[in-house]
């Protein structure tokens, strides 16, 4: 009873903040439509440029400090050792402040060089200057929301992400346009159009520091109220040696060092993308204005709907991680490939029709959100890189279950060759086939299937664990393509009587409805998994009265 508690409360906890990633990356679409047709695809270039250098230096900084304060914190309070999780988190801030305080200044500085040199577009030098002081914030949040999800709580972060989203999606919006404003301004005294989408951009990337301080006062307000009731828990702690602040700074850096080393291969390849694009882009006569606007389009349209199942998969790595170091301190093996099967399979059930969404609605799914921009290159791109959700989805929790399980280094070397693998065809489909935008695309595809291949040897060399195939892929794919026809006939039929916007919206429900229908009646998700769902009595309840479940 215990052990399925255990479970339920794992499920529970992921599902939050599964929850939280999805309604953020609502937000995140909502606030990007209006924020795509202020800036424009020039506009979204410079913030989409001045983004990837930001990831790449959150991954340095603070990408990883999460999960690896996550895994401390949790691996000592599964022992009782409250005070030296107390200590684990007390050294992490220290270095979240110093790590994230430098990086800062760094990004600040020398901002205009690696804008111009490096990226080989100037004008995103105004967002990049924005972004830097987020650096320090995002890494001080990341230890405080490492704490919490340690503690087995997913709430705190799941909370702080939508606060997050919510003021970023308001700021992100107000400060376009008043910087646009400036922009057009400066564009008029100087002679060059291109200053009115900068600064927009630039206006763009408030919102991400000011949804980002008002997270972290949040998680401090909800820590000092917390903090009561964990000093009651360390008073229960005694007779365990306390350990020396060296020591856990030595055993933060040692668990960081191979989680951002996975972390920074794994993002670093938008960053690596974006510079190899320009500059064969640049050097193939291609005007900074077109090359900008491609990159517009691919950050601003196709990244903001792939992102969405990303998320999900995002979420419940993170959740995996606490549970699963507790389960591997215990030796079964059985248990332990129970929860890999169990969160692989919640990460199928959405990625799956996700893709095929994506191949199927593309166009008019965008033409419901973008109607500022001509949506026909986005569509496509959106089209073709759809199958990459599924693999990337994988991926992501292949690397987070890797990880929990304490093998640390082969995510770095499984996601250095995959890198390696990619960057090679990225050149290839630029140079020889001149593919532009669509080779971007492509070579992330070829990223996200190598990737998934090697980190499933990995993980049945590591634990004998072999991914179950009828429930988790093959249901799935049949009730999308069931899902995909309703879809399509929706579209014909309604396209005869209602507006286009009107029938894509209709369409998107019936689509989900189909789906879920198929994959409740063909058993791919059975009636005990839906009550470790949160409200899972209600929705099982329902799915009974509906018959709709499988006998």
């Known amino acids: ?87 684990v988190f007390k050294g992490a801030v220290v270095f979240s402040i110093v790590a994230g305080g430098a990086v800062s200044i760094v990004i600040f500085v020398f901002a205009k060089s690696i804008a111009s040199d490096m990226m080989s577009l100037e004008l995103s030098v105004y967002a990049l200057r924005v972004l830097a002081p987020c650096i320090l914030v995002v890494a001080v949040l990341g230890v405080m929301r490492g704490f919490f999800q340690g503690n087995g709580s997913m709430v705190p972060t799941a909370v702080s992400q939508v606060l997050e989203q919510i003021v970023n999606a308001a700021a992100s919006i107000i400060g376009a346009i008043v910087l646009l404003k400036t922009g057009e301004k400066i564009a008029a005294e100087k002679g060059s159009v291109s200053y009115g989408p900068a600064y927009a951009a630039a206006g763009g990337t408030i919102g991400t520091v000011l949804g980002a301080v008002m997270a972290l006062a949040f998680l401090l307000l909800t820590f000092f109220a917390y903090r009561k009731l964990y000093r ?19 055993i933060l850096l040692s668990t960081i060092a191979p989680v951002l080393l996975s972390a920074t291969v794994y993002n670093i390849s938008d960053f690596v993308d974006s510079a190899i694009f320009n500059r064969i882009m640049d050097v193939q006569g291609v005007p900074e204005v077109e090359y900008a606007s491609m990159l517009g389009i691919l950050g601003g349209q196709y990244s903001t709907l792939i992102n969405v199942p990303l998320s999900i998969s995002t979420a419940l790595a993170a959740a995996v991680i606490p549970s699963l170091v507790a389960t591997a301190k215990t030796g079964n093996r059985k248990q332990i490939h129970r929860k890999i099967q169990s969160v692989t399979r919640f990460n199928m059930l959405i990625a799956i029709p996700s893709a095929v969404g994506f191949i199927v609605l593309a166009r008019p799914i965008l033409d419901l959100l973008f109607t500022a921009e001509d949506n026909a290159k986005a569509a496509l791109m959106l089209q073709i890189g759809a199958i990459s959700v599924i693999f990337f989805c994988l991926s992501t929790v292949t690397n987070s279950v890797l990880q929990g399980l304490d093998d640390m280094m082969t995510p770095v070397k499984n996601a250095a060759l995959s890198l390696i693998i990619h960057v090679v065809s990225l050149f290839l489909l630029l ?23 090697l980190n499933a040897h990995a993980l049945r060399e590591r634990v004998g664990y072999v991914q179950e195939q009828r429930r988790t892929f093959l249901m799935p794919i049949l009730s999308s393509l069931g899902m995909a026809v309703a879809a399509i006939l929706v579209r014909i039929l309604g396209g005869l009587f209602m507006a286009d916007k009107v029938c894509t919206v209709f369409a998107l429900l019936i689509s989900v409805l189909t789906y879920l229908i198929l994959l409740l009646r063909s058993g791919a998700l059975r009636e005990n998994e839906i009550l470790d769902m949160p409200k899972g009595q209600s929705i099982a309840a329902l799915c009974r009265k509906l018959h709709l479940l499988k006998e």
């Open 1 to 87: 009873m215990a052990k399925k508690r255990k479970d339920k409360n794992f499920l529970v906890q992921g599902s939050i903040l599964a929850f939280a990633g999805v309604l953020t990356k609502i937000i995140g679409i909502v606030y990007r439509v209006p924020l795509v047709n202020i800036v424009g695809n020039e506009g979204m270039g410079y913030y989409n440029v001045a983004f990837f250098i930001y990831i790449v230096a959150l991954t340095l900084t603070s990408y990883s400090l999460p999960l690896a304060v996550s895994k401390l914190v949790s691996a000592r309070i599964a022992t009782g050792e409250y005070k030296n999780a107390y200590r």
């Open 431 to 453: 140079v020889i086939f001149k593919l532009n935008i669509f080779a971007v695309v492509a070579s992330k595809i070829i990223f996200s299937v190598v990737i998934c291949i």
């Open 232 to 250: 009651k828990k360390m008073k229960t702690d005694k007779g365990k040696p306390r350990e020396r602040y060296g020591y856990i700074i030595q």
